[in-house]
């Protein structure tokens, strides 16, 4: 056996145990694994400073929402009506009788989390994949990002004292590190591997994802891999608001010098005055804002390729640039323009530059915004910034933004992903591989289980969830009604 | 335009008014199509019967199980809960504000069903591929089978009647014919297929599954295509109750020709005196099944090729067959059985013969029934024939059994799938393409939508699911609760 064999093979044995464990012991390890993070914060904040060049206050916001995230999924599977436990009885009058069924969600094995460049706690090696693998019952194994390596190490460490003081299995998470096209690969392709999560670029979600389909026995690969997040703003709220509106968005194509899935790529708008504002006064914020280190060095020189590509496209004018020029590493926050007309024509302006740039889109008319929405693929959210007069006239466009993202965010910005139970952070492809899942928020659960349903079973051979007396107290569906009473 | 250009730009225009209707209206037009197939059964069933061989009363049965399933669904949109609306209100006092989030399901556009050629009724036009995308919201475009393409025409009929009493969109249901290499792979291909729904052969399966997954946007198939629904029987039960469980399984086995997904392909027992008479009568039960006419040339042909391969096989022993000689395109009803050390070295007898077959292994021990039963691949059920001594003794057994299968059946037979909310009619690969879904049962309904987020949006703007005041009555997750309650 080579070590990733020996490694999935630790991991499917764990789960053997692990997947057996009662909710509350469960709930217990993601507790104890977000204390021990805690009792790390100074020295995990600084080596990830130091790995990743985000800012001291970003990264402690970062591990208290980690820490919140093990903590939600925690609460979520003490409470326990996740599983979508269904009941119904049997009827032995009925011509044929009726089995008794039960059903409820189950985990199906072994989860591959790979570690996301962007998020070094969140969605990393104690993130939210696998906080929500390990409340669903299945066991991880964690490809570590090679650019916070020892952030990723650490945070393992943090886990393995878990495990120690929870008493779980103790191959219940591992770590592992390694290049995605040796390691990443033959974690994927193993036969104990049953799923696979993912956040990072088009094509590394793509190559996850074909490995996975070419596989004997496919697999669920969730990629979150690429998204321009269009935000539409109408003539109103242009006119009437374009100094409020180029501040917020400045500060949020900006944010963490433009490295969120959710960054406002595309700013598209019918030509008005208002318009003529707001990119001015977005243009002179911009301007404004220092260039700042990126996360590695390859995403630096991905953004700096990206952004000279996209500038050098026909009919492009920038509108706002950094005064100050980068230096190494360093981000160039920058907002350019381009016509209705050149935007449809030109394929290569809806492909996402991952980093602090934004392209706005004029257009001549309203028919010209919604031909433009239409050409988009799938995103993660649109976001439409209105005043209570735009809703009126517009409602059309609003309801075609639906059909575009997984999130629709009125007057907000889309940076910024709340981590709750109405959360979707996911959308149609090529925002993600599969748009029926979130990454963020309780019902990412859903992605590490299958339904099963036992037919005839006695009540101490089935599962608490689905016992006559409800031991768990848990919303259930019996004959067709809600219910959390017994049977 | 050719013609799937044309079919699927309507089945895409006819969705945009389609799946704004409230549920009460999609519902009205399921129960309409239910009224309708009900006025035209006895041509139905007389039309199926010459198109399939099915016998009438199975035909009416089917029909009856397909009027319900429509009624199914229209209730379960009626009652409305099955959106999974969750809600999470603002909290503006926090540090950043918390926005106002509010999630539900929603369908994503048309769907493409492909009938099912053992079902005409339950599992083709109007079968609960149709049902369920349609109460989902989705509009649907049907590939009739051409094994029963009358049939399939007429069901048409009643949903257009359907559509006219309804006054849904003209195009919400459209029916084609063709070959699947032609027309089948075209509309899985047409940019506007947003999902598919089949039940058929492996090879059927895979190569739509490929095809979705080729395109530029990838789409997901829920395919339901090989199962050979192993059943465990246990010692005791062997030794006691030899004769009835010959007699149930003789009949489980031959049950309309065994033509159903859920035929009981495989039994595995440890070698006893019990297994000995048990094979004995189950061998003069079969011999005493007269044969009938399979549903059409190419699966007589299939089986008579699969049985003969099956039987050719190393260590294979046939111990039953239909007394009576099999005339032109009816089955031979068969069991044969083989030992457990030549069933772990032949692949090939793990494999589905579509038909009244049935293959038994004698395993030498316990170990070396669940070396069989590990060495399975993916199944849509599994069952355990068991006293309750049994079942003290070999819960090991039993656990197993739920990695296998989306369904697991104690004391009963696989054959006969209850439409209700606790059944899973799928299963891991290559039962199914997707295991986290079931085609039979209300929650069939989750293929066809995918979670969208409203976040920040006015009351007056939201689905009425999501709305404060809950017009709907539905229950929802609002700040972490079930409530049925006002906000």
Chains 1, 2 share one sequence.
């Not at 490694?7 to 104890?32: I, R, S, W």
């Not at 003539?235 to 949020?252: F, V």
């Not at 993660?380 to 639906?402: K, P, R, S, V």
């Amino acid at each position: 056996m080579n070590d990733i064999d020996i490694v999935m093979q630790n991991a499917a044995n764990a789960f053997k145990k692990y997947a057996l464990l009662t909710p509350a012991a469960k709930a217990g390890f993601l507790n104890e694994i977000a204390v021990q993070i805690e009792n790390d914060r100074a020295s995990l904040v600084k080596v990830a400073n130091e790995e990743s060049n985000l800012p001291l206050p970003r990264l402690n916001g970062e591990l208290t929402r980690t820490t919140n995230q093990l903590k939600l999924f925690a609460n979520l599977i003490k409470e326990g009506s996740w599983v979508e436990a269904a009941i119904d009885l049997a009827d032995v009058q009925r011509t044929p009788p009726k089995p008794d069924t039960r059903k409820m969600l189950l985990p199906v094995g072994p989860v591959v989390v790979f570690g996301a460049s962007n998020f070094p706690f969140a969605f990393s090696t104690a993130g939210g994949d696998t906080a929500s693998a390990l409340a669903s019952g299945s066991t991880v194994v964690v490809k570590g990002h090679s650019a916070h390596a020892e952030t990723s190490g650490k945070m393992f460490d943090a886990i393995k004292k878990a495990i120690v003081i929870s008493g779980v299995p103790e191959y219940t998470v591992q770590h592992v590190l390694g290049s995605g096209s040796t390691v990443g690969k033959a974690l994927v392709q193993h036969a104990e591997t049953t799923g696979v999560g993912f956040t990072g670029s088009l094509s590394g979600g793509m190559a996850l994802w074909k490995l996975a389909n070419e596989r004997e026995r496919p697999i669920p690969v969730f990629a979150e891999m690429s998204s321009i997040n269009p935000v539409v703003f109408l003539p109103d709220t242009l006119e009437k608001n374009a100094e409020t509106l180029a501040k917020t968005y400045a500060a949020s194509i900006t944010l963490g010098m433009g490295q969120f899935c959710t960054n406002p790529g595309l700013l598209l708008a019918v030509k008005s005055k208002g318009l003529d504002d707001f990119l001015s006064l977005l243009g002179k914020e911009i301007a404004a804002v220092i260039p700042q280190k990126m996360l590695h060095k390859a995403i630096q020189e991905s953004f700096a390729r990206g952004l000279n590509e996209a500038l050098a496209q026909k009919g492009i004018q920038k509108i706002g640039q950094s005064v100050q020029q980068p230096g190494e590493g360093e981000a160039y926050p920058t907002v350019a323009s381009v016509s209705g007309k050149d935007f449809l024509q030109n394929p290569h302006l809806r492909e996402e530059v991952f980093g602090p740039y934004s392209l706005a889109i004029i257009c001549d008319s309203k028919a010209q915004l919604i031909e433009a929405l239409t050409a988009l693929k799938g995103q993660l959210t649109t976001t439409i910034m209105a005043t209570d007069d735009d809703i009126t006239a517009h409602g059309d466009i609003i309801h075609l933004q639906q059909t575009l993202a997984g999130r629709i965010i009125l007057n907000d910005v889309p940076t910024g992903v709340e981590v709750c139970a109405s959360m979707v952070h996911g959308g149609p492809f090529p925002a993600t591989t599969d748009a029926r899942y979130t990454s963020v928020g309780t019902t990412a659960i859903k992605r590490w289980v299958r339904p099963i349903c036992f037919q005839g079973f006695k009540d101490d051979m089935l599962p608490d969830a689905l016992k006559d007396n409800n031991p768990l107290n848990i919303w259930r569906i019996v004959n067709g009604e809600w219910k959390k009473n017994n049977i």
